[in-house]
């Protein structure tokens, strides 16, 4: 059987199957950001994430420092995503040759800042050689008082559902990257193109004319003014823990809680489905950035599916009951894009214009 016929979900739904949990210090096993272990007067959350390189990540988009961070950052954003307080962090590299000690350098750079942010321990973790690319493995580790973490399934009927910070924005960061890197490519084999035809000539003049314009190159500024903020988010993530503080502070604990890294869309897939509940998010209440809005038609892309389905938000979605709304509608960053239905009535959109739509999740597949 192949693979792609059950997808990510049913491949991790098939393993969770055939497992059972048979220690009483198991609180809470797969299925949600983190799980859940009785440490005695605290929980213990732990969570892991592999990051293999042309799969989760692009070296020629991202510098091995920033790399460092966001890997760090995925591991952290999964704890506090359980409502937990980060606490240490195993880190693990398989290393190709063409890696040199300042990558490794630059790397652990990124994981120091991120842990340094956090006040995280990184406390372990493995090295190995890898004959293809990189890869890295976070585990990320973290404290919860018993009964304060947040799950996946906890969202009832009416709740409302909130999503911190704006969505679709490190989606469009990649677009620019991506596009500026074809700009360069492009220049690339134009010169290649006109140095072939140069040299079949016998032109000396015009081939040592192209020659150095190719070394030129690799000075190539790409062009990213006023752009700051969608590379900003691409590359630097903030896993937004505030949120978590803020809603303490107000007394609300939500119902159900995630990180958003696939896709609001993705992530209110897992929400529902465990939930047993269905939700209608209205689009006219996504929180889009205007550089994101602007880049998006630049692109002709629809700047809605961008925010619903885009990856790398590393913002948090949650669910509060409605009854806490007056406690929570003034909190800055904080927006309610919807709230949480019956099962039967499905994941809905409403446009702008008033038309329902099914949301759908779109998920990793395998090729
Ligand atoms: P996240 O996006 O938070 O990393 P995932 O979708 O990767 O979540 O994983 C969902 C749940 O499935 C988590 O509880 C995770 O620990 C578990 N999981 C994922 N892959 C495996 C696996 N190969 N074996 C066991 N559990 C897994
Ligand atoms: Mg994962």
């Known amino acids: 059987m192949e693979i792609k016929e059950l ?76 409502n937990g307080t980060p606490t240490q962090l195993l880190v693990s590299v398989a290393l190709g040759k063409r890696f040199k000690v300042e990558d490794v ?60 910070g704006d969505l679709g924005t490190a989606y469009m960061g990649l677009q620019l990257l991506e596009r500026e890197k074809s700009v360069y490519y492009g220049k690339l084999a134009d010169l290649n193109k006109k140095m072939k035809e140069a040299e079949a000539k016998g032109d000396k003049e015009k081939l040592q004319q192209f020659t150095r314009q190719r070394s030129e190159l690799n000075d190539f500024q790409p062009d990213f003014a006023g752009r700051e903020y969608l590379l900003q988010r691409e590359l630097q993530p903030e896993a937004p823990s505030w949120i978590l503080e803020k809603l303490r502070e107000a007394g609300v604990k939500p119902t159900a809680m995630m990180d958003i890294t696939d896709g609001l869309s993705s992530e209110l897939h897992h929400i529902c489905s465990q939930s047993h509940c269905g939700c209608r998010i209205y689009e006219n209440k996504l929180p889009i950035d205007y550089q994101t809005a602007v880049m998006a038609e630049e692109l002709n892309m629809n700047v809605s599916t961008c925010a619903l389905n885009g990856g790398d938000d590393y913002e948090m979605l949650f669910t509060v009951p409605v009854g806490d709304y007056e406690k929570v509608k003034g909190i800055d960053g904080l927006h309610q894009v919807g709230y949480i239905t019956k099962e039967e009535l499905g994941m809905k959109l409403v446009t702008r214009d008033g038309n329902e739509f099914d949301l759908t999740a779109q998920g990793w597949k395998a090729e």
């Open 105 to 164: 350098d630059a790397l652990y750079n990124g994981i120091r800042r991120a842990c340094d942010k956090w006040h995280v321990d990184l406390v372990g973790g493995d090295t190995s050689a890898s004959y293809t690319g990189l890869a890295i493995t976070v585990t990320a580790m973290g404290l919860c008082k018993p009964g304060d973490e947040v799950k996946r399934s906890g969202a009832n009927v009416t709740d409302i559902v909130c999503v911190t």
């Open 7 to 82: 997808g990510e979900f049913g491949l991790i739904d098939r393993i969770a199957r055939s497992f059972t949990n048979n220690n009483p210090s198991t609180v809470l096993g797969i299925g949600d950001d983190a799980a859940v272990i009785n440490a005695g007067d605290n929980h213990t959350l732990v969570t892991t994430d592999m990051l293999m390189e042309g799969i989760n990540f692009d070296l020629t988009y991202i510098d091995m420092e920033h790399l460092g961070y966001k890997a760090a950052v995925t591991g952290i954003s999964d704890i506090l995503a359980m």
